[in-house]
């Protein structure tokens, strides 16, 4: 379902994609999208004159137009550079963080990735005498393998 607080781009790649997978026409895909809004979206979808949209690609560009403000940015790589754990962070919600700001960045590339993480830990010391730790499982496990 859509609503006006996500991102429209994202709902119609999806809704698209199963129109697709399903081999559904264009004229069905109009006819269930609307069953996919809710909220102020669906009342904006109620609000168009009769037709006044003549393709499923001209209701997509319609959307996009009237919830454009609701998409969401992806971020340069460098912003993953600013990522810091806060110091009451516990380690394991800063790699949550961590993951979720990597998806939102484009083209983040795999070096910039893990020098973002550890760049940003806090306090890096205790952090790295943990990884030094033969107790530490990431260790048992890399060096495991």
């Known amino acids: 379902m859509y609503d006006e607080s996500k991102d429209p781009l994202k709902h119609l790649e999806t809704f698209k994609a199963h129109m697709t997978l399903h081999d559904f026409s264009r004229k069905i895909a109009c006819q269930v999208f609307p ?3 809710k909220g102020v979206v669906r009342g904006w979808f109620g609000a168009l004159q009769l037709s ?4 499923f690609e001209e209701l997509g560009r319609q959307l996009m137009i009237q919830f454009k403000a609701n998409r969401r940015r992806r971020r340069p790589p ?7 754990q806060r110091g009451d962070e ?5 790699l ?7 998806v ?3 083209d983040w590339g ?7 993480l550890l760049g ?3 306090p890096i010391y205790s952090f790295m005498t943990e990884l030094g730790d033969p107790k530490t499982k990431v260790l048992y496990i890399l060096d495991s393998h």
């Open 120 to 122: 940003g830990v806090w």
């Open 96 to 102: 949550t963080k961590c993951n979720k700001e990597r």
């Open 78 to 84: 460098a912003y993953l550079l600013t990522v810091k």
């Open 110 to 116: 795999e070096k910039i990735s893990p020098a973002a």
């Open 90 to 94: 516990s380690l394991k919600a800063y």
């Open 104 to 106: 939102m960045a484009y």
């Open 52 to 55: 006044s949209i003549d393709s």
């Open 35 to 37: 069953l996919t809004l």
